[in-house]
């Protein structure tokens, strides 16, 4: 991921609107249906954009963690060095507002940011992305041992039972083995939960549960097989493309191609970071007048793919000093 410092524009509701307009202004004969399906592989690419925030925060916090007793004479730990963004929370957080935003239905998303809630201590918010999660469907391509809907109850029953909701902790629990029987090591919340309620050979059942191995994946971090179009594209090291930060994937004698917004532009005169502006600039005027949308515009298309582009059919998405 890149490490720009986001624009100040970049809030859901306004992205959404700016790929909105930019498919209704130069792909005019898409039927709703497939605009509902591009905004819905816009949304996977923005949480997986979320996800790649989200993992380098937790692995920054563990180094960190693991470095905090070296002495001064100890060298730095050349792994904080590849993450020096101190706001990967934040970023994070954004990536996956914005896939809300495109998809208010993503079950994952809403379970990614209740982790985030629930990280910064904010857990009434925290319990309601949790629940908003178990009242969607996991999306289509899910992998099975995710166990998204079940592991959303856990966590909210978890919440429910800190903060001294006994009889919905104890509802949440049951919910939550329904769809898993075994949480691994976190499993003794349940038997915790029952033995405050006087419930002591229920207790004992569970707390013997939690003596055979298991293990508990994180759901967090486990993505759907994600379709092709809903992949975020990647550079030629391997890592992907932030779709906030517009990218150069491919150039031509007189043109390139900017992945922006989980689309493509073909422009042949705007530099790659003014590309934002430009853009809000050519639909501003075509709300005006379309004749002078098209007067001084350096922007001459955008597709939902690099071949819809003309000038780049059949080119393959990479930086062009790759």
Not at 65 to 79: H, I, L, Q, R, T
Not at 211 to 216: E, F, Q, T, V
Request: net charge positive; proline share 7%.
């Amino acid at each position: 991921m890149t490490q720009e410092m986001l624009a100040p524009w970049a809030s859901p509701g306004a992205v959404l609107e700016l790929h909105s307009r930019a498919l209704r202004r130069w792909q005019t004969a898409l039927q709703r249906a497939e605009l509902r399906r591009l905004r819905n592989a816009a949304a996977s690419a923005f949480y997986q954009a979320g996800v790649r925030c989200h993992r380098s925060l937790i692995l920054r916090e563990v180094v960190s963690a693991f470095e905090a007793p070296k002495s001064a004479g100890d060298p730095d730990n050349a792994v904080l060095a590849l993450l020096p963004c101190p706001d990967y929370a934040d970023r994070a957080a954004l990536h996956y507002d914005i896939a809300l935003a495109f998809a208010p239905h993503f079950a994952e998303a809403h379970y990614n940011r209740a982790s985030l809630h629930r990280r910064a201590g904010r857990l009434r918010d925290a319990m309601q992305r949790y629940l908003s999660a178990l009242a969607h469907p996991p999306h289509a391509a899910a992998r099975p041992h995710a166990h998204l809907h079940a592991n959303a109850a856990w966590e909210s029953a978890k919440i429910a039972q800190r903060t001294q909701r006994s009889g919905r902790a104890g509802r949440l629990f049951r919910k939550a083995m329904s769809g898993l029987d075994n949480f691994g090591v976190d499993h003794r919340h349940f038997p915790d939960y029952l033995e405050r309620s006087g419930r002591l050979a229920e207790a004992m059942n569970e707390y013997d549960r939690v003596m055979s191995y298991s293990h508990r994946h994180t759901p967090e971090f486990i993505e759907p097989n994600f379709d092709h179009d809903e992949l975020l594209p990647r550079d030629p090291g391997g890592a992907s493309l932030d779709p906030l930060v517009p990218t150069v994937v491919a150039q031509s004698d007189d043109a390139m191609a900017v992945y922006f917004l989980h689309l493509y532009f073909s422009t042949s005169n705007a530099a790659p970071d003014t590309l934002p502006d430009d853009l809000l600039a050519t639909l501003r005027r075509s709300l005006i007048n379309r004749r002078l949308a098209r007067m001084a515009c350096p922007i001459e298309t955008c597709a939902p793919s690099l071949a819809g582009l003309p000038r780049f059919s059949g080119v393959a998405a990479r930086p062009p000093h790759a």
